[in-house]
């Protein structure tokens, strides 16, 4: 089988300016095609980062991944993404979705109507990004009396949705050009593609116009210890955060999560970090060896994936577990 899978990077900047954008060179040079920045308010500014790394790379695609719609309102964020398309040479990619829940309640917003903030977002973003102006839109959530954007984007500008929920992922089916799935395992995707395709059938679309995203959390290191003690504390942050739904998918009761959450919730990190089990790194996260990853990328793109985004941690040390990958992995997909 000729593989079509491509390949990303996340990054949570939380490390300087220059470190993130070193990585993001690197990830260029390593023949990663989409370079992902998380966007939480209390990390560095997304937008500065990815207008640096427009500057210092020539090919990889850069994108928020993903922004939400109740910071920053979507006429604003389309002139912002135009912006960064036209800084970047047409390598702009807007990811969009509901924005977590526990930092927007830390600022008093609630995410009121996330469905339908989303799917307006992304009609206003559309219309902008295509016809540079937006009139008379009347939504539940966003209204726009008449909007007008005095440049133009460069390239076309994809939009990907982050999506969980079974709604949500119908929406990306039916909306996007992409979804973006916080999963790594492959029962999570059987279900996501169940609903991605539900939301294609009803609007008419074909599956191959959505580019299907795991966003997955990945621990690449040659030595399988070292992987899963990088991959350990991002787990036990997952599987905390994870609705009981998810966790019963993975045979993970409720019950036995809760003296882990409870340890995370009172910052008592040793605790927390030695309730992860391996039932739960197995479900929650890529990692090993090289060739442990590239089998468990292999099935996740037999459930029908088209791009693996190596997502936190990446490996015990990023740079050198980019470097792994690219020269360990990504040849198994040519
Ligand atoms: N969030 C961030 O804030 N920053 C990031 O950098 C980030 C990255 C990221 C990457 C990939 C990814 O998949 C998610 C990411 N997220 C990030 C999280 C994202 O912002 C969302 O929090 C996350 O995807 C969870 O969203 P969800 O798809 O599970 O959707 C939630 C909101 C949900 O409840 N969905 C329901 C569903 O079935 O899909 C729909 C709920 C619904 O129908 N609501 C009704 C409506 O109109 O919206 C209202 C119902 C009522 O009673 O009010």
New binding site residues.
């Given amino acids: 089988m000729v593989s079509k899978l491509r390949f990303a990077v996340e990054f949570v900047p939380q490390e300087t300016y220059w470190q993130t954008t070193a990585l993001g060179i690197l990830a260029e040079k390593y023949g990663f095609d989409f370079c992902w920045i998380?966007?939480?308010f209390n990390n560095r500014s997304v937008y500065i980062i990815l207008s640096l790394l427009a500057n210092y790379t020539d090919q990889i695609m850069l994108g928020p991944?993903?922004t939400?719609p109740y910071l920053i309102n979507p006429v604003q964020t389309a002139s912002t993404i135009m912006s960064l398309d036209n800084l970047s040479g047409g390598r702009a990619v807007l990811?969009i979705?509901?924005?977590?829940?526990i930092?927007l309640n830390l600022l008093g917003i609630e995410?009121d109507?996330?469905?339908?903030a989303v799917k307006e977002s992304t009609q206003i973003f559309r219309t902008i990004f295509d016809t540079g102006k937006i009139k008379d839109f009347k939504g539940e959530v966003f209204s726009v009396e008449k909007a007008k954007v005095a440049f133009e984007k460069t390239g076309e500008i994809p939009i990907y949705i982050?999506?969980?929920?079974?709604?949500?992922?119908q929406l990306a089916g039916s909306l996007g050009q992409g979804v973006?799935?916080?999963a790594s395992h492959p029962t999570d995707f059987q279900y996501a593609m169940t609903q991605i395709k539900k939301g294609v059938t009803e609007a008419n679309r074909k599956l191959s116009d959505v580019d299907i995203a795991a966003?997955a959390s990945v621990s690449v290191d040659k030595k399988i210890e070292n992987a899963t003690k990088a991959a350990t504390p991002v787990v036990a942050f997952i599987v905390a955060g994870s609705p009981p739904v998810v966790l019963e998918r993975h045979g993970i009761s409720v019950e036995s999560v809760k003296p882990l959450a409870k340890a995370l919730g009172k910052g008592d990190f040793p605790t927390a970090f030695g309730a992860v089990t391996d039932e739960m790194l197995e479900a929650f996260c890529i990692r090993g060896t090289p060739d442990e990853c590239t089998k468990k990328i292999k099935a996740l793109e037999k459930v029908g994936i088209t791009q693996f985004v190596f997502g936190s941690p990446i490996g015990p040390k990023k740079r050198s577990s980019m470097e792994l990958a690219s020269k360990e992995i990504l040849p198994h997909f040519a």
Avoid: E
């Fill in positions: 998380t966007d939480h991944g993903v939400n990811g979705g509901a924005g977590d829940k930092t995410r109507k996330p469905l339908s982050g999506a969980q929920g079974p709604k949500m992922l973006l799935i916080n966003y």
